[in-house]
């Protein structure tokens, strides 16, 4: 299996400001995604984070918002930009390792407030 | 574009009982993965049972068993012998093959396991 750190944990911001997350992968993995989980809802994908180029985003989620990194096989950050009340959510990293049985692995998410 | 619904917002079960949690979708793909996750308030996304579309035989694991209908687009949870540690959100979650591996998402049942 793939062990994913998430980090941080939790974070209480202010609005206007910007958090990182940051995904690390204890193994090369093919793909790397971060998905939104609002309160009391199920997961939306925002985008696939591509190693080396821009990240491939969802409808609805847009680069200045929402800016992915990921430099290589390993790590990923994203980053919500200009944090309003409304980007209160669960933030997830997930990972498929194809020659895993293409089983999807999740980070512990990162539960950001909106202040 | 995929998508899975979950008609059950809450459901609960007496212990040592038995539940099942239902999902539809839809897909015009041939080739997908079908899976439960389970999370609890700890939100760690957990993988409970996947069922490859191709394998007619229902996916089985310890108390987790699946009732995949593929003509009808059904893909239930069975939890025999319900515990206590089963309390948690289970979503079901869809999966294409090829080369884009997200997940879509239901929107999730909370299931409640009673002493």
């Known amino acids: 299996s793939a062990v994913i750190s998430q980090k941080p944990s939790r974070d209480i911001c202010q609005r206007g400001t910007s958090l990182t997350i940051q995904c690390q992968v204890d193994?090369?993995?093919?793909?790397m995604f971060w998905y939104r989980q609002q309160p009391g809802q199920s997961l939306t994908l925002i985008a696939t984070?591509?190693?080396?180029?821009?990240?491939?985003?969802e409808s609805g989620f847009v680069i200045d918002k929402f800016p992915i990194s990921r430099p290589n096989l390993t790590f990923s950050t994203l980053t919500v930009s200009n944090l309003s009340p409304e980007d209160s959510s669960i933030y997830l990293c997930?990972?498929?390792?194809?020659?895993?049985?293409?089983?999807?692995?999740f980070g512990q998410g990162t539960r950001l407030t909106v202040v | 574009a995929q998508t899975v619904t979950q008609s059950q917002p809450e459901m609960s079960v007496q212990e040592a009982e038995t539940v099942t949690l239902s999902c539809t979708y839809d897909?015009?793909?041939?080739?997908?993965?079908l899976f439960w996750y389970k999370q609890p308030p700890s939100r760690q996304m957990i993988l409970v049972i996947r069922?490859?579309?191709?394998?007619?035989q229902n996916a089985t694991e310890n108390r987790f068993s699946v009732n995949f209908q593929k003509a009808a687009k059904s893909f239930s949870l069975k939890i025999s012998d319900s515990q206590l540690g089963d309390t948690a959100m289970y979503f079901c979650a869809f999966m294409k093959s090829g080369s884009a591996r997200q997940l879509t998402f239901g929107s999730g049942t909370q299931l409640t396991v009673l002493p």
């Open positions: 193994s090369q993995v093919t793909m």
């Open positions: 897909t015009s793909e041939s080739n997908y993965y």
């Open positions: 984070a591509n190693q080396g180029s821009e990240a491939t985003y």
């Open positions: 069922q490859e579309a191709y394998k007619q």
């Open positions: 997930s990972v498929v390792a194809l020659l895993l049985n293409t089983e999807a692995f």
